[in-house]
């Protein structure tokens, strides 16, 4: 696709500030291609502004229906959106593409396959624009494409029907070749519908770009005012010169050397997988195949069409105000805001429900086991742990063992509990790996005379003594999960 795009896609007057011919820019080579590669099924895509989405997008409609002959099913949150989209980026596509206006004679006059929310081009493929509001306009007919743009502006459940992308996704059970395309800036955290999809991707990809001075690849963060690396600044007066830090040998990269290290980038994922082009995809240098869906995260500090000092301008002027720091966080970091402060909404909690379909999900590596000790019972939990990064928890089971923890038999079912298995979403059975257990109440000595590990098959329940519970007990607030 990204090839198609540097060949026949035009920038037409109406969609961007420069008009002319498109040239795919390095990092957003393997996203066009993923979406284009019939052996990826769905792309997530959680961007910032700036960094050319909706440009992607519309070479999506354009490359299917002329290069792929293939049906595409757009939605945008609204309707007037949808409208919008249609004429200030799908007709003008259509004017300017030599290609795509080979095959749509019906081209600036009224006909019945040139509407506001629908085109039918001579090869008989066709474009449906459509608001992504009411349940209606999901159920159109098949489609080989589905996209929605701007995804985290949608409701999360169309008219009681399910989410968009369930309802969305259906149109395609026909098709030989499935795509579905999500392209959003993320809103808030928890309940952000990119978020959400992009985390449940079978591969999550980040850009690693090599520093010009040392070569060691990373990913460019914001870092933030206090923090050591990343984008910099000397005072208030001269933020517009703002140079980004190496990471790794505090190299001092100008903002003109973007454009080559963007040349050598890679995309990473959090298992290893590597891919340049969307196309190859590899593991410890080894080709394997690409997986069925992907994310790509990309903000505006690898943008072409910003500056490492405009971000940072921005974060000065917002920094005071909640309001303008959640766009900023959105629409300039790509990622999903974080409410602050100790009260929890309910509607809130509830939107960070996650579904999985057996007692531990496929993200958590390991089970870890916490007791705490009362004078009537024993409460038992057990906790899984993995994730992005390793920042995610979740409670799989909890139990309560009344009794009296001065006696032994209360102690041995508890150690019956330790050698508990849970089933993983892959299928392999998991054993606590290792259990906490409360000794500040009082029967420490009872906690510390207790038989010590039993193995279970290469490790099994060790016994880990704590004085307090606290810090064992509460996890950093953007790994915990709803139970
Ligand atoms: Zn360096």
Same mark, same amino acid.
């Given at each position: 696709m990204a090839e198609w795009a540097d060949e026949y896609f035009y920038l037409s007057v109406e969609s961007s500030y420069t008009q002319g011919v498109w040239e795919t820019r390095p990092f957003q080579v393997a996203i066009l291609n993923a979406m284009g590669n019939d052996d990826i099924v769905e792309v997530n895509w959680i961007k910032s502004a700036r960094v050319g989405c909706t440009k992607c997008i519309t070479i999506a409609l354009a490359y299917f229906a002329e290069h792929r002959q293939r049906n595409v099913i757009m939605w945008q949150p609204t309707d007037s959106a949808a409208e919008d989209f249609m004429k200030q980026h799908a007709e003008p596509t259509i004017r300017d593409v030599p290609v795509l206006r080979k095959l749509a004679p019906w081209y600036g006059r009224k006909h019945r396959d040139n509407t506001l929310d629908y085109k039918r081009f001579t090869n008989s493929r066709q474009w449906f624009i459509r608001g992504g509001k009411s349940a209606k306009n999901y159920r159109e007919k098949s489609t080989d494409a589905s996209i929605y743009d701007e995804?985290?502006?949608?409701?999360?459940d169309i008219e009681k029907e399910g989410p968009p992308t369930v309802i969305g996704d259906k149109r395609m059970e026909g098709s030989a070749y499935p795509k579905s395309i999500r392209g959003s800036t993320p809103k808030t955290k928890g309940e952000c519908q990119i978020s959400k999809a992009a985390n449940e991707a079978d591969e999550f990809f980040y850009r690693y770009l090599p520093c010009p001075h040392c070569d060691e690849y990373q990913v460019l963060e914001w870092?933030? &005012?206090? @923090?050591? #690396? &990343?984008i910099k600044w000397d005072s208030p007066e001269t933020v517009l010169q703002a140079h980004y830090e190496c990471k790794h040998t505090g190299c001092v990269i100008r903002q003109h050397e973007l454009e080559g290290m963007d040349e050598r980038g890679e995309w990473r994922s959090g298992s290893g997988m590597t891919t340049r082009d969307g196309l190859k995809f590899y593991c410890d240098g080894k080709p394997v195949d690409a997986p069925l869906s992907v994310a790509f995260h990309i903000w505006? @500090?690898?943008?072409?069409?910003?500056t490492w000092g405009k971000i940072a301008r921005d974060f000065l002027r917002a920094k005071g105000d909640p309001n303008k720091l959640k766009g900023w966080v959105n629409t300039t970091k790509g990622e999903a805001w974080e409410e602050e402060g100790e009260r929890v909404e309910a509607h809130h909690l509830y939107m960070r429900r996650e579904q999985y379909p057996a007692q531990v999900p496929q993200a958590a590596v390991v089970i870890v086991g916490f007791v705490d000790v009362q004078d009537d019972r024993l409460e038992a939990s057990s906790w899984a742990f993995g994730g992005e990064r390793g920042t995610e928890s979740w409670l799989v089971e909890h139990q309560v063992f009344r009794g009296d923890p001065g006696r032994h038999e209360l102690w041995n079912r508890l150690t019956q509990w330790r050698h508990s298995r849970y089933e993983h979403e892959s299928g392999v059975m998991l054993p606590i790996a290792a259990t906490g257990i409360d000794t500040?109440? #009082?029967y420490t000595q009872m906690v510390y005379s207790l038989p010590s590990a039993t193995r279970v098959s290469g490790y099994g329940p060790a016994k880990v003594q704590t004085s307090a519970l606290h810090p064992w007990w509460v996890a950093p607030a953007r790994a915990t999960k709803a139970a």
């Open positions: 995804l985290s502006s949608f409701d999360d870092g933030g &005012e206090k @923090a050591k #690396h &990343e505006a @500090a690898y943008s072409p069409w910003t500040g109440g #009082h």
